[in-house]
């Protein structure tokens, strides 16, 4: 389904320019905060956004960043705890300017060190170009490296990858190119026939991922054409794990005969593994009823056009086109590519799940043994 943009209605959209606070506004901030807990006992953000003419976030922000907790012990004569302790917050206008202007010389020097530091820049090459770690990762590799005494952050390697002073180009980030804001559109209402397996009526506790066994499936086409091979995909929600099998066709026929390949592998741990899947109402999905019987599972569509609604799954079709572009030929993949392919994906560190791979969160969160050792191998089992 085509993306929309801004572009599309001829939306022009005028770049602010963002301004840092200074030290007078935050002299103000200081004043306006300390009137307000002596008066009301409460602070009030967005008298003080309004008062500075600037966003409520930007103010939140800042004192976020810069209170400081204070733990006074009041007695109390009248209370049954004579001693009672009261938490408050404190915030310097001074102490506060000092951090930002620290904080603003040290993002200056870290990216001239990514800039002429050979080794260091060397590094972050190797990470982004062999190992194909995003920015976010590269920035934390060399977090937690502590040869190059230097912290640089995500935004950093962005710009050395921007700017050019780094092997990797925007080109090879497919995933940087597109600047266009997209919106979302109206949503159309679920098909009579699929009421009962609406969205709308998933539990709370899939929709907040604290669960294991909830999965979003969707199709990844190739050529164009009739006959033409896909890839099922599938991708588990809170641990980020990621299935891959080929399609001969995209026909709902095909989608079942991997289902029952998925089903003759994992056998009695089906049920437990696969606990829910969501999906789109594309016709290859019609038979959603078997789906459901083979696999002890649970089916749940999306809306018609929203597909941000399994956007985990979406993500991670956008991750595998960095390795198999569209209007590629899926029949020139083997088995062997999938499985390499897969995982890489399976084996990439997330800032979403602090820094484990999907690997290491299957093995944290789901506790039988011999699913987790049938899990691994399902990729390689149902595409031979």
Wanted: hydrophobic share 30%; net charge positive.
């Amino acid at each position: 389904m085509k993306s929309v943009s801004n572009k599309d209605y001829n939306i022009k959209e005028e770049q602010k320019q963002y301004k840092h606070l200074d030290i007078k506004e935050r002299v103000k901030i200081e004043t306006m905060i300390n009137d307000q807990l002596e008066v009301y006992g409460k602070v009030n953000i967005t008298k003080i956004a309004q008062k500075l003419n600037r966003s409520k976030s930007t103010i939140s922000r800042e004192i976020k960043r810069n209170r400081r907790m204070v733990v006074t012990e009041v007695y109390k004569k009248e209370s049954i705890f004579k001693r009672k302790k009261e938490i408050t917050f404190e915030y310097e206008s001074t102490e506060a300017n000092a951090k930002a202007t620290r904080k603003q010389r040290e993002k200056g020097i870290s990216r001239i060190k990514l800039m002429y530091n050979k080794e260091l820049i060397n590094e972050v090459n190797r990470l982004l170009k062999e190992e194909g770690k995003s920015p976010d990762i590269v920035a934390y590799r060399i977090r937690q490296d502590n040869s190059f005494n230097v912290k640089v952050s995500t935004n950093t390697i962005y710009d050395g990858i921007r700017k050019g002073y780094l092997e990797v180009s925007t080109k090879d980030r497919k995933r940087m190119k597109d600047k266009s804001r997209r919106c979302r559109v109206e949503r159309n209402p679920i098909p009579e026939s699929k009421k009962e397996h609406s969205i709308e009526l998933r539990p709370d506790y899939i929709n907040n991922r604290v669960e294991f066994g909830h999965f979003e499936m969707d199709l990844v086409l190739g050529k164009q054409g009739k006959d033409k091979q896909c890839l099922l995909t599938l991708t588990e929600r809170m641990t980020r794990f990621e299935i891959v099998i080929k399609l001969n066709n995209k026909s709902s026929s095909e989608v079942i005969r991997a289902i029952k390949s998925i089903k003759e592998h994992l056998n009695v741990y089906s049920s437990e593994i696969f606990k829910s899947i969501t999906t789109d109402n594309g016709s290859e999905f019609s038979r959603y009823e078997e789906i459901e019987e083979i696999l002890g599972t649970m089916i749940y569509f999306c809306h018609p056009g929203a597909s941000y609604e399994k956007g985990t799954n979406e993500r991670h079709n956008g991750m595998l086109r960095e390795y198999i572009p569209k209007g590629s030929d899926i029949s020139k993949y083997s088995a062997e590519d999938l499985d390499r392919i897969v995982s890489k994906l399976n084996d990439l560190e997330r800032k979403k799940l602090n820094y484990y791979t999907p690997y290491m969160k299957i093995l944290e969160e789901y506790d039988s043994i011999e699913g987790t050792e049938l899990l691994f191998n399902l990729q390689t089992a149902v595409n031979n």
